[in-house]
């Protein structure tokens, strides 16, 4: 059962404009959501990350919006540009607890110049 | 410094062999895990050790088998290998939360 849904599977987008990736859970316990960026022959790192005491968080061209009533969450890259091509993995774990992330299903975002 | 280091960082060997992946990480964490990315990029947990104890154990063949001498230290061994293991490997650690993931091992069996 996928713990985590991730939509969409691509996306295109021209360069400078926003590129928008939705994830939703079911499992209240989950109270840590990260977003991980993984280029070709890399491995996922961390991009930014959200708690859900806050509805949105934002760091550089980045953001995170969280609705803890819907149990959804959204990666938002503004004047996306092509070095963000990439595929883009939102995850969801109890936080602190070491315990295993549940990952999404991943976005493979392509950023056209 | 690399924080969470794999090796071989490519692998081809053929069916019926046995392998191994060696991980460290030298961020100080108590957790370490092994990942299997497939081809559709799909990524999903197969073991979890903290503190060098077995804490996950997805539903992952008995092939494969970790082993954590060390908190640093968490090796992949995987026996009798079949076409179906050919997959990306991912080592990570944590301590609480993030994540940090290793470079990969790309997995290759014919």
């Known amino acids: 059962q996928q713990q985590v849904k991730q939509s969409p599977q691509s996306l295109i987008v021209q360069k400078g404009g926003i590129s928008i990736i939705n994830c939703a859970y079911e499992n209240t316990a989950f109270d840590y959501f990260p977003w991980y960026q993984q280029f070709p022959g890399k491995g996922p790192a961390l991009l930014i990350a959200?708690?859900?005491?806050?509805s949105e968080k934002k760091e550089g061209r980045f953001t995170i919006s969280f609705n803890k009533s819907a149990k959804q969450f959204s990666l938002h890259i503004m004047d996306s540009q092509p070095g963000d091509s990439a595929t883009y993995f939102c995850?969801?774990?109890?936080?602190?607890?070491?315990?295993?992330?549940?990952f999404g299903t991943g976005t493979s975002l392509t950023v056209i110049p | 410094d690399t924080a969470v280091s794999q090796t071989p960082k490519y692998l081809v060997t053929q069916m019926g062999n046995d392998k191994s992946i060696k991980c460290e990480q030298n961020?100080?964490?108590?957790?370490m895990y092994w990942y299997k990315q497939d081809s559709k990029k799909f990524l999903k947990i197969m073991f979890s050790y903290n503190n060098k104890e077995l804490i996950i154990n997805e539903t992952v063949p008995n092939r494969f088998s970790p082993k954590s001498p060390d908190k640093a230290h968490l090796n992949l061994h995987i026996n009798s290998l079949e076409l179906g293991d050919s997959a990306v490997y991912f080592c990570?650690?944590?301590?609480?939360?993030?994540?940090?993931f290793g470079p990969g091992t790309r997995l290759t069996v014919t």
């Open positions: 961020l100080g964490h108590d957790t």
């Open positions: 995850a969801a774990t109890p936080f602190n607890t070491g315990n295993q992330f549940y």
């Open positions: 959200i708690r859900p005491d806050v």
């Open positions: 990570a650690s944590s301590q609480g939360s993030p994540t940090y």
